[in-house]
């Protein structure tokens, strides 16, 4: 996929790596770009190319106003998320279905209200933003890697099921980006920026997954040896 003259959705468009993705593509010479967010009223680029755009992924309303509003896509972005820091046993319920309701059941409901719209244009591309996380579990974040892998397979589902429209379906997955939802994060992280410059690059060589950083990378090769090999090492640099 070429940029110059798509028209893309980002959600979670008013911050982090959703704003990024938007500069990114705005760079790269997209056509509009619908920058889709909770609150539409926060988003404040001075372009006349961006449309604001109400998305809850909670609210599946919505999400159906939003594919009505925007028949033109031809490339998602599903980045919005949440981080509740809940482990799976002690941790609350409530907030261990809000990381699987937003993570798998908000992506792939705003994935199929916009599928058609993707085959009718062509067939494009769709994004989704997942993680290191979707391959492991870290102390404390039980709750968010469970979503995370879910949405990873989930992504694995759908670009099965959207090949035969000729969309093509991207998985993205990295460690700690400098934004807000990483307040707090004490280790190495990346420029938020890298995030949708790989991925575009991927879109345009037709990568269906990218990696962006050595710790995503590492994660990933562990993924062939023995789990307690990798559980160990992880262990044993843990803080504390």
């Known amino acids: ?17 959703g ?17 889709a967010s909770r609150r539409p009223e926060t ?48 941790g609350d319920l409530d907030d261990i279905h809000r990381e699987m309701d937003t993570h798998f059941w908000g992506t792939l409901h705003v994935t199929r209200a916009f599928a058609p719209i993707l085959a009718a244009n062509g067939g494009g591309a769709v994004v989704n933003i997942l993680s290191a996380l979707s391959w492991f579990s870290y102390p404390g974040n039980g709750a968010y890697a469970a979503a995370k892998a ?9 670009r099965q099921e959207l ?15 400098a934004t807000d939802i990483m307040a707090g994060y004490e280790g190495p992280m990346i420029d ?3 995030v949708p410059r790989d991925s575009l690059a991927g879109l345009a060589s037709g990568a269906i997954e990218v990696v962006v950083d050595d710790w995503s990378a590492m994660v990933k090769a562990s993924l062939g ?4 090999a990798f559980y160990a090492q992880l262990e044993a640099n843990l803080p504390g």
């Open 1 to 17: 996929m070429n940029i110059t003259g798509q028209t893309a959705l980002v959600t979670g468009a008013n911050r982090g790596i």
């Open 19 to 35: 704003r990024q993705f938007i500069l990114e593509l705005l760079d790269q010479g997209a056509a509009k770009v619908y920058a």
């Open 43 to 90: 988003i404040d680029f001075d372009d006349d190319r961006v449309v604001p755009l109400r998305v809850d992924l909670l609210d599946r309303e919505s999400i159906a106003a939003a594919a009505a509003a925007a028949p033109d896509v031809t490339l998602l972005v599903n980045n919005a998320g949440i981080s509740t820091s809940t482990p799976v046993i002690t």
């Open 150 to 158: 879910a949405e990873w397979n989930m992504t694995n589902a759908v």
């Open 163 to 177: 090949s035969a429209q000729g969309t093509l379906v991207q998985g993205v997955h990295l460690g700690a980006a």
């Open 192 to 194: 938020p920026r890298d």
């Open 225 to 228: 040896g023995d789990p307690a």
